[in-house]
């Protein structure tokens, strides 16, 4: 069984910084492409940054510059540092995952639980 826990939301004045992290546990064999996505209220979910295990990264047109996706390979876990943040970027967001648990197995998304990031004076 595998699992994404998220963790580092809360809420943060205009203009401030938050760092979250998420961490993949359990049986798992690789871990593919890592990413976040953020669903505000009465919005679809919508994609926030991919990163490939080749190191190659995708950002939403509205975050380009102000947030970077990384990931710890060691640890199974990715960090999405969102710096000079807007009340627009208020959601939940949620970690996903596409991971193998075993040698030969094809890749299965998974999904954290989603952490509450609020942005508001």
């Known amino acids: 069984q595998v699992q994404l826990v998220e963790s580092g939301g809360g809420s943060v004045q205009p203009g401030g910084s938050l760092r979250l992290s998420c961490a993949a546990s359990?049986?798992?064999?690789?871990?593919?492409?890592m990413a976040w996505y953020r669903q505000a209220p009465g919005k679809s979910r919508e994609l926030v940054a991919r990163l490939s295990n080749g190191g190659s990264t995708n950002y939403a047109d509205s975050v380009k510059g102000r947030f970077t996706i990384s990931r710890d390979n060691d640890k199974n876990t990715v960090y999405l540092q969102m710096n000079s943040l807007k009340p627009e970027d208020t959601a939940v967001y949620y970690c996903?995952?596409?991971?193998?648990?075993?040698?030969?197995?094809?890749?299965?998304?998974?999904w954290g639980q989603g952490t509450q990031v609020t942005v508001s004076t």
């Open positions: 996903n995952a596409d991971i193998r648990v075993a040698y030969g197995s094809r890749g299965h998304n998974y």
């Open positions: 359990g049986s798992i064999f690789s871990i593919n492409t």
